[in-house]
């Protein structure tokens, strides 16, 4: 069909090859946790397995949502798929109908043997001149049935596309679902191992942070956003202080780390991929001492939790599920690379 739009099939094959990779490795890690805890676990070692399976958990939701996310990218696809099947059909059948009628005249016209049309023609003229008419027809109709089979070729090879990504959404959507159940045993079981402390230790380690780091207070930079973008993403962030954290929620109600980062961006206008990760990498890169208000932090080598640098030494951040959206200390985990967006 020349120049009408192809299906990119080999950047999908490896957004989709990867997004199954990073979930079978997930997985296999996840899996290799032990399903249960040691019976009567000393008080600190099980603060220890909570803040463990907590970490377990996030790390799961970011791959989850990398997950959800190209299960999203994909059914847009697959729509934009459809509809120019659809209209290369419409055009096929168009085209088959204007050669059925050029077909028809021309069996109309000339449908006799020429030497024979000559003989019977009052006209012979007249006859040569329908003759050189039926001859530019049948150029035509030579070209355009080429076309046909082109576009006929064209749409097979689209469909057979449009069904690998079909096949592809099968497959992501299940890699979702068992994710999900993942994460959700991970969570069930921190919060058994939590409801296991006595009150007063519960209360303390919900009311606290994941700190006890160096502080890192004297290092980080000081004053105003780096931007009019920054200082609104900010703002939103801090409108969304004690929210509840909620895997895999973006807002407005509820985030998971890179959904409040996210979202915060978002009122701001800027739009930023879902996972910590790819967030991590957009913008550029600061140090901690350069550090302003709305620039992102991530933390661990893998980036799997992110938050926003609040100044003063704080981030605002989504901690885990039972801790709300609130301020920590910068370097309540190891720092991975901080982003100015």
Same mark, same amino acid.
């Given at each position: ?26 997985? /296999?890690?996840?899996? /290799?946790?032990?399903?249960? #805890? ?56 168009? =085209? ?34 329908? /003759? ?7 150029? %035509? ?10 576009? =006929? ?31 959700? %045993? ?14 007063? $230790? ?11 780091? $160096? ?17 609104? #993403? ?97 370097? =309540? ?9």
């Amino acid at each position: 069909m020349g120049s009408h739009r192809r299906l990119a099939t080999s950047g999908f094959d490896r957004g989709s090859a990867a997004a199954v990779g990073l979930l079978s490795v997930a997985a /296999a890690v996840l899996g /290799a946790v032990p399903a249960t #805890a040691a019976p009567a676990a000393p008080r600190d070692d099980r603060r220890a397995d909570v803040d463990r399976l907590h970490t377990e958990a996030e790390q799961a939701t970011e791959a989850y949502n990398k997950a959800d996310a190209r299960t999203d990218a994909l059914r847009k696809e697959i729509g934009t798929a459809q509809d120019s099947i659809a209209r290369q059909q419409e055009r096929i059948n168009s =085209m088959r109908d204007a050669l059925g009628s050029l077909a028809g005249a021309q069996y109309r016209s000339g449908g006799i043997d020429p030497s024979l049309a000559l003989l019977l023609s009052a006209d012979p003229d007249e006859y040569l001149d329908r /003759a050189s008419v039926l001859d530019r027809i049948s150029t %035509r109709q030579a070209g355009e049935l080429r076309e046909l089979r082109q576009a =006929m070729r064209d749409l097979a090879q689209d469909r057979a596309e449009a069904a690998g990504k079909l096949a592809e959404l099968e497959k992501s959507r299940k890699a979702v679902a068992a994710h999900k159940k993942t994460v959700e %045993r991970k969570l069930a079981k921190a919060r058994a191992l939590l409801n296991s402390l006595p009150d007063d $230790e519960r209360a303390g380690y919900e009311r606290g942070s994941r700190s006890g780091r $160096e502080d890192l207070t004297a290092l980080t930079g000081a004053g105003g956003p780096a931007s009019g973008r920054a200082g609104a #993403a900010f703002a939103a962030a801090r409108s969304a202080l004690g929210k509840p954290y909620v895997w895999g929620a973006n807002g407005p109600t509820g985030f998971d780390c890179s959904g409040l980062t996210q979202w915060a961006y978002a009122q701001a206008g800027v739009g930023l991929p879902r996972t910590s990760q790819a967030q991590s990498g957009t913008g550029r890169r600061v140090s901690l001492s350069e550090a302003r208000p709305g620039d992102l932090v991530a933390y661990r080598d893998d980036a799997s939790h992110i938050g926003m640098y609040a100044g003063n030494g704080q981030v605002i951040h989504a901690p885990y599920p039972g801790a709300p959206v609130r301020y920590d200390p910068v370097g =309540m985990m190891p720092v991975s690379s901080i982003t100015r967006v």
